[in-house]
């Protein structure tokens, strides 16, 4: 299919997410295997132009004045216009959009195109915004949105239990437009435990002043009230196990917050703060098992990290968590800190249990989650919709 703007006879793709982490850490092996296949692929994010090694995933990147947060009108109207700018300058046969504010505002941008012009959109959720316990009044503003914008989605891709019920349930999307995918997949060859050597976990350790004989939990992701690292911090400090550590991979506005909290509890010398770390493998491999607290999660990766790592998780019940950790692990009710706490001591008193825990997870993790899976999933996908895209303007419709 040629793209009417560019004269290029590739189909061709624009992922648009909020933030570029999300292009860097999710959508990359995908868009190498569509590079490889003949596409033209490109991306659009806040950070993308200062995104380093993506050359071969993307054939070029925009960048999008993009907020995360609702309460800035200002924020989004700039990103609206940044996205409708680059969408008609991509030109492409297919918009496939992640991360909430950003699917909203390119869902708009995109349905006020020309019909004839518009590419088709598709949404992946990587968690609605609206939960079960959350608030009322939240609950009913988001699920409103996301009707609103379902109508114009050509696909919306869930990826956990609660999510695909919850678009049923509520009509989001009519159910030949709804499919559901295994999260955006985990590398079952990079995240082995025979890719790190035990050199590198032993100075993972040493480099946080972790003792040899002490065991660790590690926890991974944006230091947010939403992912709850508090409760760890409070759960280790209620353990029996007073030599356990706490490693905090990940930055965020709540980072000073947390280390008064360390403080308070009198756990500071044994919570971690190891900051942003291009590898987590050695950090997950030295750890007794990770920790995951959010309040809200879609298909969490560090979850997929750890089992393939066999390490197993001790997770709270946020959506996608269950089905994720299984029988390989815990999964305990939000803020039930004395629950942690328990699961924590537990690891360390049952290593041959806590062992077979993480080999059961890795074999669940080949199975179901691997990225060869879901990047198959994408391909037909994008064929189906492709398809309905030339039937589409073959009719004039």
Do not use: C
Not at 74 to 80: F, K, Q, V
Not at 197 to 207: G, K, L, Y
Not at 365 to 394: P, Q, T, W
């Amino acid at each position: 299919m040629t793209s009417a703007g560019t004269g290029d006879a590739r189909p061709s793709v624009l992922y648009v997410a909020t933030v570029s982490v999300t292009i860097r850490g999710f959508l990359a092996p995908i868009a190498r295997h569509l590079r490889a296949a003949g596409w033209r692929v490109e991306a659009a994010a806040n950070g993308a132009v200062v995104l380093t090694g993506m050359t071969d995933a993307f054939d070029r990147v925009h960048e999008l004045p993009l907020s995360r947060s609702v309460r800035d009108p200002a924020a989004i109207l700039r990103g609206y216009r940044a996205i409708r700018r680059v969408v008609r300058e991509a030109d492409t046969d297919i918009v496939h959009v992640h991360t909430p504010i950003a699917s909203f505002i390119t869902r708009w941008a995109v349905r006020r195109m020309p019909a004839a012009s518009r590419p088709a959109v598709i949404y992946t959720a990587h968690g609605f915004h609206f939960r079960a316990g959350g608030n009322p009044i939240g609950n009913a503003l988001f699920r409103t949105i996301e009707r609103l914008a379902g109508r114009w989605t050509d696909r919306l891709v869930v990826i956990n239990d609660e999510d695909d019920d919850a678009a049923r349930r509520y009509r989001i999307v009519p159910g030949d437009r709804l499919v559901r995918m295994p999260g955006i997949g985990v590398d079952t060859t990079w995240y082995a435990p025979s890719t790190v050597s035990p050199e590198a976990v032993t100075a993972a350790r040493a480099n946080l002043g972790i003792p040899t004989d002490a065991p660790a939990f590690v926890v991974i992701g944006e230091l947010s009230t939403n992912k709850r690292q508090a409760d760890a911090i409070d759960a280790l400090a209620a353990m029996r196990h007073q030599e356990a550590r706490l490693i905090l991979l990940g930055d965020g506005t709540l980072r000073g917050r947390l280390i008064r909290r360390a403080k308070d509890r009198a756990v500071a010398e044994r919570v971690l703060f190891a900051g942003v770390v291009e590898d987590v493998r050695p950090y997950i491999l030295g750890s007794t098992a990770l920790v995951i607290n959010s309040a809200r999660e879609g298909l969490a990766r560090s979850v997929m990290e750890a089992l393939a790592l066999e390490v197993p998780v001790a997770a709270s019940r946020a959506r996608g968590n269950a089905e994720l950790v299984g029988d390989d692990g815990f999964n305990l009710p939000i803020g039930d800190v004395a629950s942690l706490a328990g699961a924590l001591d537990w690891f360390i008193e049952h290593p041959t249990e806590r062992r077979l825990m993480g080999q059961r997870g890795r074999i669940r993790m080949a199975e179901r989650y691997d990225v060869g899976i879901v990047i198959g999933l994408h391909d037909a996908l994008y064929a189906e919709v492709l398809g309905e895209r030339v039937a589409r303007r073959s009719s004039g419709s």
